[in-house]
């Protein structure tokens, strides 16, 4: 090729050239070629030079597949170990490498076989050292998981759930067209399932944290007076009890409704929580609030309870917080709120007072007695206001409700349960008059 000028025609060189390496005569198609002393011919002389060496280094890809023996042989001779060439293919590169460079090519050294290190096993207490340091780090190492004084710390923390049933499993089809005592026979006899020891209670409570948003919250308190409910339950007759009443409280699911108030005070809530924080910062000793979920008392447990929060503090100890926060008098304060007749709070000589007739304060009482607490703050919460109430325990407020609730959970709530015999009687005297008028036909044909 042309030096620096690809686009011309390569040139033609041409040596005339004995085997024993002797030119006897060149000539090229360049200027200098003329002269036969060209650099055109000195490459071409180089090349010849290193393919005579290489002739005999060709490396295994170079080679036929002379693995695979011609179809005339029989038989493989056996050869003499020192005379087989065991050279891999890279070393045989290299040596090809070392020929083209003019380098000397060493031959490669005899192979043994690698010497192994033989290291004593450790001794008892080398591996004892050994276990505690690694038990030191922060890691937990497989290995202390077998042995015996470092395996109790890998215990599973998991423990065995409990498997708890909703009051709503008690139903039973069969009572459904069976009188009244027929079915309460069946509900005294049922009532012991609707009991739940303490280790139970414990497991609702935390698996119901998310309240509202969790399913089995409302399985939960299927069947049992709530807190909210309990004012409702104390005001009705339980020979005749009140529809809306025994709906609330043995379907939760289905009676749940969204309002405008509902959506504000869920809304605001958190930021009514931060304001009681706050305000009670430095007041208590180590005070606390944490969130919690459907409480069921051993003791009674046919009534629970779902506090907004449970406060614990050195000074004061356990309590509850139940919040408020009104939507019809989100821009108002607090006392500018007490003066609507229909609002809960009251005031008298210049306090704020939660008014006793009022169901909050029912609900408030239940909530202290259900989950065992010493007080209950009951905050009430606006754009404008905030004000905490402590209340006390009402020990001749909470035992009438109890023993109204006992009633009303024998009478009215498992007969609902378990033969639905308030809804499904409402719903046989309920239909429409067509309806009625037609199952009289009926009646009649088939007579």
């Known amino acids: 090729m042309h030096s620096q000028r690809l686009s011309e025609a390569p040139l033609k060189a041409w040596v005339i050239i004995s085997s024993t390496g002797e030119v006897s005569s060149a000539h090229c198609t360049c200027m200098a070629g003329v002269a036969e002393t060209c650099t055109h011919v000195g490459a071409l002389l180089f090349k010849v030079e290193a393919t005579v060496r290489c002739r005999e280094m060709r490396t295994v890809t170079d080679k036929p597949a002379y693995w695979i023996l011609p179809s005339n042989v029989n038989k493989v001779h056996s050869e003499v170990g020192h005379q087989i060439d065991y050279t891999s293919a890279s070393a045989t590169r290299k040596s090809l490498n070392c020929l083209l460079n003019a380098e000397t090519v060493s031959r490669p050294g005899w192979r043994t076989c690698a010497r192994k290190l033989t290291t004593p096993p450790p001794t008892h207490s080398e591996l004892s050292q050994f276990y505690a340091d690694l038990h030191k780090t922060d890691g937990k190492s497989a290995i202390l998981s077998v042995l015996p004084q470092y395996c109790e710390e890998f215990k599973d923390p998991v423990q ?14 069969s009572l459904d067209e069976c009188d009244f005592t027929i079915v309460e026979q069946h509900c005294q006899a049922k009532k012991k399932q609707a ?18 948003k969790s399913s089995f919250w409302f399985a939960a308190r299927a069947g049992r007076i709530t807190a909210s409910n309990m004012h409702a339950v104390y005001a009705t007759d339980v ?3 009140a529809l809306s009443t025994i709906k609330k409280i043995c379907y939760p699911q289905d009676s749940k409704c969204i309002t ?3 959506t504000w005070g869920t809304t605001h809530e958190e930021d009514a929580r931060k304001a009681y924080i706050q305000k009670n910062k430095g007041q208590h000793d180590n005070h606390h609030v944490s969130a919690c979920g459907f409480f069921i008392n051993p003791t009674f447990p046919e009534i629970g309870a779902s506090p907004d929060g449970v406060v614990t503090c050195t000074c004061c100890g356990k309590g509850c917080v139940e919040i408020k926060c009104p939507s019809k008098h989100k821009t108002n304060t607090i006392p500018e709120a007490c003066l609507a007749k229909d609002f809960y709070l009251e005031l008298v000589d210049g306090k704020v007072q939660l008014k006793q007739s009022h169901q909050y304060y029912t609900q408030v009482q239940t909530q202290i007695f259900v989950t065992n607490s010493n007080y209950c703050d009951f905050v009430v919460w606006t754009l404008k206001d905030c004000v905490i109430l402590r209340i006390d325990p009402n020990p001749e407020f909470w035992r009438a409700r109890l023993q109204k609730a006992q009633q009303f959970f024998i009478a009215v709530s498992l007969p609902e349960i378990i033969a639905q015999h308030f809804t499904k009687k409402v719903s046989r005297t309920s239909l429409p008059l067509g309806e009625i008028q037609q199952n009289n036909v009926r009646k009649t044909s088939n007579r």
């Open 195 to 212: 009991y739940v020891s303490e280790q139970p209670a414990e497991q609702i409570e935390k698996t119901t944290h998310t309240q509202h």
């Open 160 to 173: 065995p759930v409990t498997n708890i049933q909703s009051l709503l499993c008690l139903r039973d089809t």
């Open 239 to 241: 020979r005749s009890p």
């Open 260 to 262: 405008a108030d509902l």
